[in-house]
């Protein structure tokens, strides 16, 4: 079984930066292989939805839709942990972080909360002076 855990939230303030970062626990998922997962991050507001901050596909690669306008940048290292580099941070980007995967894609790996059956616990950042 696949397990996700994010670290490297906190308080920062308007300008700085932040890295998360996500630990893969399993190797596969019905003998796929980790490392060709999709995975990505999404993030939650209160009271708001769920909302796409970054994609990564099997290989490494980065689709190219970029939901953050070049503030963020995703990518994952040999042991596919993956990582989200935060820069120029605004008070907007308060939310819970949550790291994702869908073991049954390895490109393509945009979508929607509902597409991403493995979650993480996620990892609060709050932007404030």
């Known amino acids: 079984q696949v397990r996700l855990a994010e670290s490297g939230g906190g308080s920062v303030q308007p300008g700085g930066s932040l890295r998360l970062s996500c630990e893969v626990s399993?190797?596969?998922?019905?003998?796929?292989?980790?490392?060709?997962?999709?995975m990505g991050w999404f993030r939650q507001a209160p009271g708001q939805g769920r909302e796409r901050v970054a994609f990564?596909?099997?290989?490494?690669?980065r689709p190219s839709r970029d939901y953050t306008q070049g503030r963020f940048s995703i990518s994952k290292d040999a042991k596919n942990t993956l990582y989200l580099q935060m820069n120029s941070l605004k008070p907007e980007d308060t939310a819970m972080y949550y790291c994702?995967?869908?073991?049954?894609?390895?490109?393509?790996?945009?979508?929607?909360?509902?597409?991403?059956?493995?979650w993480g616990q996620g990892t609060q950042v709050t932007v404030s002076s």
């Open positions: 994702v995967a869908d073991p049954l894609r390895s490109t393509n790996c945009g979508g929607k909360p509902g597409d991403f059956p493995v």
């Open positions: 399993g190797t596969t998922y019905y003998g796929r292989s980790v490392s060709n997962f999709c």
């Open positions: 990564i596909e099997g290989d490494g690669s």
